[in-house]
């Protein structure tokens, strides 16, 4: 069996990170998204963030039937306005499968570079469900650090969630003034 690859998302992996996605969606509390969205929209939303310069990475690995896509991570913008252009914020998610294999730590780490090298200084993740372990573990592993956490702000599957802010500096960070937007930016 080979070893995990990482790599920029093309089109026609869209049908599995739709289907990556819907799992999580009907499935988990990662995301309180309570509708899965269909493919046009994963499309659109795919398109949106790398028409800004953005980030949107696969991992493929053969779990024994050969290479598949088994997990995705994009960084898009934490808010819209201006003064945030330097602050991302990451989103992986992994296909039900591919739970506890290391992909996840590897999209990180891989997403954390790219964001780097675009010149991006803050990363956050913000984690659905303080009771998500993994993706904690994940995001503390690459050495974000635990922010805060929003008590009973999202319902689903019956029941209240928290959400678990985290934040990873990334390059320079807040140590010295920009002196350029980087190419993710709207300025």
Known sequence: MNAPTIRP???????????IYAANVEHGT?????????LA???RRRADVLGKGLPWIVVEHDLGQGSEVLGYAYANHFRARPAWRYALEDSIYLSPRAHRL???RLLLAELIAQCTALGARQLLAVIGDSDNLGSIGVHR???FETLGVMRSVGWKFDRWLDVVM???????????TPTTPWPGASA
Do not use: K, V
């Open 166 to 176: 985290m934040q990873r500096a990334l390059g320079a960070g807040d140590q010295i």
């Open 41 to 43: 929209e994963m499309t």
């Open 102 to 104: 290391g992909l996840g």
């Open 30 to 38: 990662g995301t309180f998204e309570i509708d899965a969205p269909d």
């Open 141 to 143: 592993a690459c050495g």
């Open 9 to 19: 998302s093309h089109e026609a992996d869209l049908q599995a990170i739709t289907e």
